[in-house]
T-cell receptor, first 118, second 110 residues
Framework: GAVVSQHPSRVICKSGTSVKIECRSL??????MFWYRQFPKQSLMLMAT?????????EQGVEKDKFLINHASLTLSTLTVTSAHPEDSSFYIC??????????????FGPGTRLTVT | QKEVEQDPGPLSVPEGAIVSLNCTYS??????FMWYRQYSRKGPELLMY????GNKEDGRFTAQVDKSSKYISLFIRDSQPSDSATYLC??????????FGTGTRLQVFP
């Protein structure tokens, strides 16, 4: 099956610093990648949709200047949390859609990145 | 009203039991229906997907979609302790955005 990786798996940073999270599709090309945030015992909340080579589309209530998304290639998207605050502490999960697969509506999820802001 | 409703559980069953997990939804435009399994502190893993109404079976798992009732189900036969996880239903229209339920936490005890 399709594999999506995320790096790092866990990060702790100080308030006010920036953190970059990478999402890679390892064995397929992904024209579309999605970034989600998940708080404890809650469901996944979509933050933004990114298409390769174009600007990301952010969901209502998500600050685009705070959560910078770059999708520079068909296998890599990055999420940068700028000027992080403790309330940004969460589990961030990316997913990717296989551009060439038969079941193009499937999304494959990464293992997630746990961000803790102290 | 949320677009997708799912009982958060927890649901606790003995090993070997048949498990029934359900979601209801309000938007009749949803056409693609998925079930994901998520272990603690891991990303979701796609278990089953169904297009429109009907049943789909894969091993011990059966997914059912009843569009007339706006109701979807996932059945797990012969449940195992390794099935203990959170099960998320998700659905979408023809656009890219997946709408998730809150997830049902399942515990299968030996």
């Amino acid at each position: 099956g399709a594999v999506v990786s995320q790096h790092p798996s866990r990060v702790i940073c100080k308030s006010g610093t920036s953190v970059k999270i990478e999402c890679r599709s390892l064995d397929f090309q992904a024209t579309t990648m999605f970034w989600y945030r998940q708080f404890p015992k809650q469901s996944l909340m979509l933050m933004a949709t990114s298409n390769e080579g174009s600007k990301a589309t952010y969901e209502q209530g998500v600050e685009k200047d705070k959560f910078l998304i770059n999708h520079a290639s068909l296998t890599l998207s990055t999420l940068t949390v700028t000027s992080a605050h403790p309330e940004d502490s969460s589990f961030y999960i990316c997913s990717a859609r296989d551009a060439l697969g038969e079941t193009v509506y499937e999304q494959y999820f990464g293992p997630g990145t746990r961000l803790t802001v102290t | 009203q949320k677009e997708v409703e799912q009982d958060p559980g927890p649901l606790s069953v003995p090993e070997g039991a048949i498990v029934s997990l359900n979601c209801t939804y309000s938007n009749s435009a949803f056409q693609y229906f998925m079930w994901y399994r998520q272990y603690s502190r891991k990303g979701p893993e796609l278990l089953m997907y169904t297009y429109s109404s009907g049943n789909k079976e894969d091993g011990r798992f059966t997914a059912q979609v009843d569009k007339s009732s706006k109701y979807i189900s996932l059945f797990i036969r012969d449940s195992q302790p390794s099935d203990s996880a959170t099960y998320l239903c998700a659905m979408r229209r023809n656009t890219d955005k997946l709408i998730f339920g809150t997830g049902t936490r399942l515990q299968v005890f030996p």
